[in-house]
């Protein structure tokens, strides 16, 4: 496992990259009226959205989070975690529209599994090792196209918003990734989970269907555990 000492080396990385995600702020998050709205988590009320807390109470430590600093643990079922840094962590992101994430591959296969975000575009920067990663098209006449690249250290690619995406560790060390993404709560479907492992479980006859497979297939891959890695 990789050493936290390698990370701040990347710190003028971290901040040219928290000024490029302004450039891919959606309309889809609420704007700030304000010079900030931190979010004010003490809430029974659910809005869309995040209540302000009262300016004079916001402190230095509602703008931070030091929980990038660290490698996520890779020892799971997919080989990867990702560490996000959204509005549940930094609630001075609210209505800023932005939002990070690092993600830690295991050598040799670590997978960030394919996944959607339903609310955020994203765009990946390699840190450290190999990666292959991809994107696929939403339906049309043509199917459903494939985009793939490797990716190394400095390289960075995008992720348009609600695409099915993936990152595969293809080198033989520790990779390291920084997502930027354009939502302050982007959200995240990770397509296996969701389709073999909701609950209560979707019916047979539904997934024998879509996947044209027999029903014991189905059954194998519901009684799986699906780890979530983030």
């Known amino acids: 496992m990789m050493k936290g000492a390698h990370?701040?080396?990347?710190?003028?990385?971290f901040a040219l990259l928290a000024l490029a995600?302004?450039?891919?702020?959606?309309?889809?998050?609420?704007?700030?009226?304000?010079?900030?709205?931190?979010?004010?988590k003490n809430t029974d009320v659910f809005v869309?959205?995040?209540?302000?807390?009262?300016?004079?109470?916001?402190?230095?430590d509602d703008f931070f989070f030091d929980g990038l600093r660290m490698p996520g643990n890779t020892s799971n079922a997919v080989g990867s975690k990702v560490t996000p840094a959204n509005v549940e962590q930094i609630a001075g992101l609210n209505t800023l529209g932005i939002s990070l994430a690092r993600i830690d591959y295991a050598p040799n296969g670590g997978l960030n599994p394919p996944h959607t975000h339903p609310r955020a575009s994203e765009f990946l920067v390699v840190m450290e090792g190999t990666l292959y990663v991809g994107f696929v098209t939403s339906n049309s006449d043509n199917g459903n196209k494939l985009f793939t690249k490797?990716?190394?250290?400095?390289?960075?690619?995008?992720?348009?918003?609600?695409?099915?995406?993936?990152?595969?560790n293809i080198g033989k060390v520790n990779a390291v990734a920084i997502a930027?993404?354009?939502s302050q709560n982007p959200g995240v479907i990770t397509i296996a989970n969701a389709v073999f492992g909701s609950k209560p479980?979707?019916?047979?006859?539904?997934?024998?269907?879509?996947?044209?497979?027999?029903?014991?297939v189905v059954e194998y891959l519901q009684n799986q555990f699906w780890y979530d890695n983030n």
């Open 7 to 13: 990370f701040p080396a990347t710190a003028a990385a």
């Open 21 to 40: 995600t302004f450039h891919l702020v959606s309309a889809s998050d609420p704007s700030s009226l304000q010079d900030f709205c931190v979010a004010l």
């Open 180 to 182: 930027g993404l354009s």
């Open 201 to 216: 479980p979707i019916k047979l006859d539904v997934l024998t269907k879509a996947f044209q497979v027999e029903s014991n």
């Open 48 to 60: 869309n959205g995040k209540f302000c807390k009262d300016p004079k109470l916001v402190t230095e």
């Open 150 to 168: 490797v990716l190394y250290p400095g390289d960075v690619f995008v992720f348009p918003v609600g695409l099915i995406h993936f990152q595969f």
